[in-house]
């Protein structure tokens, strides 16, 4: 059982050093807020070697640094009604690299060729795994799960037409940047435990672009969806996986739209957070 309510991760003046926190489901924080700290997350696990520190930046709230990013495809109904594409049997599954990681807040920098290549959004829930796991059954699963947190997982389009990238998803999808993660994560137990009728809304420019209820939309669980990826695979401690997204992203409205320098991009999952990045075109 986590010890924590909600977890932040950050950094402070003068230094890049992550610090943690856990705070109450009610406390909002935000650069220039002073809390209690902790230089790590086992620090913060056993309470030990606390410090009072006012936060620079929030960072992705992951446990521990260079973990993997899984990505689940197809996993709203409402999405795979809106692709045209038949339900999975199983979890269609695929990784991003460290280097897709991004903050809360953080500017998404797009140079030319991915400002070009049909650049979209993917509002999401996100699980954190707490500890080693292989070959867990759907059952035991849940005991695995440290928290739950939003994300967004960006996408370039162009590389998932089948003429163009015959229908890649690693490559769409893993440039640098393109899995902002936060900005808080909320322990597996308090969200299980309000779980009912959470939504997970997305905006773009303050546009509602996709808002559906999770449960009811979802066709995979998370506990599902690690059992299966855990299955002959060693998942460590930390992993972040980003859990499917619902109807609305911009490669299948009419008409297509897709991000601008500029745009803000929210993706909020009721009482967990609102994780907020801009786009930036370069050059």
Known sequence: MSKFNTLIKFTVEGSDKPFFAKLDPQTKVAAGSTVTAFQSFADLESGQRSEQVKIKKLLAPLPFENVPIYCVGLNYRSHATEAKLSVPAYPPLWTKPAASLADPADDIALNQFCATSLPDYEGELV??????CKNVSV?????????????????????????NGAGQFFYAKA???????????VSAGRYEATSKGRRLITRVNGKVVQNTEIATDQIF?????????SQGTTIPAGTAVM????????????????????????????????????IRFEG
């Not at 699980?127 to 080693?132: D, G, I, Q, R, W």
Request: aromatic share 10%; hydrophobic share 40%.
């Open 175 to 185: 440039f640098d940047k393109f899995a902002p993660i936060g900005p808080a994560l």
């Open 221 to 229: 669980s998370p506990a599902q969806i690690l059992s299966h990826m």
């Open 139 to 163: 059952k035991d699963a849940p005991s695995f799960i440290l928290g739950y947190t939003v994300g967004n997982d960006l996408s370039c389009r162009f590389f998932q037409i089948q003429r």
């Open 243 to 278: 859990t499917g997204t619902p109807a609305g992203v911009g490669a299948f409205r009419s008409p297509k739209t897709f991000l601008q320098d500029g745009d803000s991009v929210e993706v909020e999952v009721t009482d967990v957070g609102v994780l907020q990045n801009t």
């Open 127 to 132: 699980f954190v795994t707490s500890k080693e």
